[in-house]
């Protein structure tokens, strides 16, 4: 087995941190993105939509999709759970993985992609005004989980989950981004402080 | 149980389609999208995001977000299952469902919220330059997809899933999208018909 890894990127790093908070190891193959190494070679080979991570298995069976690969470890080894316990408790987890992501990590990486000058060459065309409207669009969400996070620890409930990696990673992502994470919201910083915290943040 | 319902709305719709292939019934509570009325009253009380489906359980608890309810009625329903099976079958539905979400569904979405024009009130700004940009996006994900059902039944292999369901309520919202299913695709043109022909298609 062997992942295809994109270093700093948003979408591996959430892979390696799970992989860390479940203790499992896997081999890397890491990927230059900043050279486009994703978008020919070896990764568009294992995936038409030239994107990182890529999960090859022994058989040769690949996997692709960040939740996907996730989800692939998480039945395979159970503990910790990080999708959540019982009916009620893996909906919840899902739930608030699939808000995190696409009301938090999805404009700001939007943000990124169709402002930030690096993206040119990645995001054909950008289109600014899009990047620009997604930067409220992400604070409003803050908002809201801001007042979420007043009442627990994670995300999704007491326990840590994946959607509490996907947080960290959108929340880390704001920088290069441009968008700050406004000193009112202290329960958010709060939990993105505890989420650094811990070693997986590292991965 | 209830389930607050949307209509015509393609979220609301994969629901339906999931408890009806599940043979599952849950009472429904209409909510007149075209009239806005998910922006306030029942429905804003219930989800922040004030968006369409809503799931309150008897106890109160609410669920959001189509895939996260899915999932619930899939961990206590298990037959069929429509999220896999086994940990390689989980995450290879897992996978497909994401990237007919991802690269299908949204930019589909995308283009007739941003291009419509019954849509002004529900995305503001509408940025039309966005929309258009997504057609093309669309139908690259889709010659992905005709190439991959060339050897297959169903999106993520021989069984029906809940990537199908995502996959038959974004080919459907390309018609109000104004986005033609171009006659060469004839794999996604067999695939699709199939999947309308189901009798779930009408939930």
Same mark, same amino acid.
């Given at each position: 087995?062997? *992942?295809?890894?994109?270093?700093?990127a948003?979408?591996?790093?959430?892979?390696?941190?799970f992989?860390?908070?479940k203790?499992?190891?896997?081999?890397?193959?890491?990927?230059?993105m900043?050279?486009? +190494?994703?978008?020919g070679?070896?990764?568009a080979?294992?995936?038409?939509?030239?994107?990182?991570?890529v999960?090859?298995?022994?058989d040769?069976?690949?996997?692709?999709?960040?939740?996907a690969?996730?989800?692939? @470890?998480?039945? #395979?080894?159970?503990?910790?759970?990080? @999708?959540g316990?019982?009916?009620?408790?893996?909906?919840?987890? +899902?739930?608030?993985?699939?808000r995190?992501?696409l009301n #938090?990590?999805?404009?700001?990486?939007?943000?990124? !992609?169709?402002?930030?000058?690096?993206?040119?060459?990645?995001?054909?065309?950008q289109?600014?005004?899009?990047? +620009?409207?997604?930067?409220?669009?992400a604070?409003? @969400?803050?908002?809201?989980?801001?007042?979420?996070?007043?009442?627990?620890?994670?995300? $999704?409930?007491?326990?840590?989950?994946?959607a509490?990696?996907?947080? *960290?990673?959108?929340?880390? @992502?704001?920088?290069?981004?441009?968008?700050?994470?406004? +000193?009112?919201?202290?329960?958010? !910083?709060?939990?993105?402080?505890?989420?650094?915290? !811990?070693?997986?943040?590292? $991965?």
């Amino acid at each position: 087995m062997k *992942l295809y890894d994109g270093g700093r990127a948003p979408n591996p790093r959430r892979v390696r941190i799970f992989l860390a908070e479940k203790g499992i190891s896997v081999p890397l193959v890491p990927v230059d993105m900043a050279a486009l +190494e994703h978008k020919g070679g070896a990764v568009a080979e294992r995936n038409p939509l030239r994107r990182l991570p890529v999960l090859e298995l022994d058989d040769g069976t690949i996997l692709t999709e960040t939740i996907a690969i996730c989800r692939y @470890f998480e039945e #395979l080894h159970r503990a910790p759970p990080l @999708f959540g316990t019982g009916a009620l408790g893996k909906a919840l987890v +899902e739930m608030w993985q699939r808000r995190l992501e696409l009301n #938090l990590f999805m404009p700001v990486a939007q943000a990124f !992609r169709h402002i930030h000058p690096a993206m040119k060459e990645w995001e054909v065309p950008q289109v600014p005004a899009w990047g +620009e409207i997604n930067k409220p669009k992400a604070l409003e @969400f803050l908002e809201i989980l801001d007042r979420e996070l007043a009442s627990r620890q994670f995300a $999704a409930g007491d326990a840590f989950s994946i959607a509490d990696i996907t947080g *960290l990673c959108a929340v880390d @992502f704001m920088k290069p981004a441009r968008i700050a994470v406004p +000193e009112t919201f202290g329960n958010v !910083r709060r939990w993105h402080q505890a989420l650094k915290a !811990r070693p997986s943040a590292e $991965a």
